[in-house]
């Protein structure tokens, strides 16, 4: 447990995070939409640091990032926990226990940032990758990792929902770059129903992580039925040409049932193909299909 960055006290205890998009109003003994966050006696303290639910070396490319590193590998991490609530999450056997209780703490395993880079650095690593779960609410964590990896030579990268406000990008940002922000849906209603959140914030980011110079790709998970109107693919598309750049690789995955989605179809090869082609319609230069051979 660590005390956490970018809070403030607002009286009686109770304390504001300025994490994530959230904004959570957190009064004494409970926590925050993360679950990971909690305010003990008026000040927030985080559970998620120094402790990893996965450790991996995987290709870049999975990220995925095809445009950054190519045919290189990233140490890739994970805390446990998420501060979305998406039926579809296909990490939610390490996203959602973030609804654990008190033993918060103790999922995981410790493994402090020193030790991070050195297996990254042990193993032929060019980067380290927070990933998987959401990195913004192990952020505290991730942010000490990335300034030692920066010190050894590692680039850094973020696989992230893009909830984080402008000031954890901004503290981050001199240490962070890369990063596969994803956009699950271009319509707020969806953002509200499938995820807990809303869309603008994840415009927003990903807007001043461009602005920032981190790189960037953006990854939409094809869902049919929820997320995969001509209509929606056409506006999510033409806000990459248009606010983020036409070489900002785009990538369209296919869906597999799971979790609480998990009566559902999985995406058939057309409706990625239509993505593809509505993306390119867009004037997109790179638009990928994920983990899927078309």
């Known amino acids: 447990m660590k005390e956490a960055l970018l809070w403030k006290s607002v009286g009686d205890k109770t304390v504001l995070c300025s994490l994530c998009a959230h904004r959570c109003r957190i009064t004494s003994g409970n926590r925050g ?31 995925p990032l095809y ?26 056997n390490i996203s ?54 920066k010190q050894n030579g590692l680039k850094t990268v973020f696989v992230s929902n893009g909830y984080m406000t402008s000031q954890a990008l901004q503290m981050i940002s001199p240490y962070l770059d890369a990063c596969n922000i994803d956009l699950k849906s271009f319509r707020d209603d969806f953002y509200k129903k499938q995820c807990g959140a809303s869309l603008q914030p994840v415009l927003d980011s990903l807007k001043l992580i461009k602005k920032l110079g981190i790189w960037l790709e953006v990854t939409t998970l094809i869902i049919t039925g929820e997320n995969d109107s001509d209509e929606e693919l056409k506006n999510a598309a033409a806000f990459i040409a248009d606010d983020l750049g036409k070489d900002v690789p785009w990538h369209v995955s296919r869906f597999f049932p ?24 867009a004037g997109l230069s790179f638009v990928y299909a994920g983990n899927i051979v078309l």
């Open 96 to 149: 959602q226990i973030s609804t654990m209780g008190d033993d918060a703490e103790y999922h995981g395993k410790k493994a402090a940032p020193e030790e991070i880079v050195e297996k990254a650095l042990k193993h032929g690593c060019q980067s380290i990758s927070f990933t998987y779960t959401e990195p913004a609410i192990f952020f505290e964590y991730a942010l000490d990792t990335a300034k030692i990896a």
């Open 67 to 92: 445009h950054f590193l190519p045919k290189s590998t990233t140490y890739s991490i994970a805390a446990a926990g998420c501060n979305f609530r998406c039926g579809f999450c296909q990490n939610w």
């Open 258 to 281: 799971q979790y609480k989605f998990s009566d559902r179809s999985v995406t058939q090869a057309e409706s990625v193909k239509k993505a593809l082609k509505i993306g390119h319609e």
């Open 33 to 63: 939409i993360c679950s990971v966050r909690k305010n003990i006696d008026g000040t927030l303290y985080t559970y998620a640091y120094g402790r990893t639910i996965a450790e991996n070396i995987d290709p870049i490319e999975k990220k």
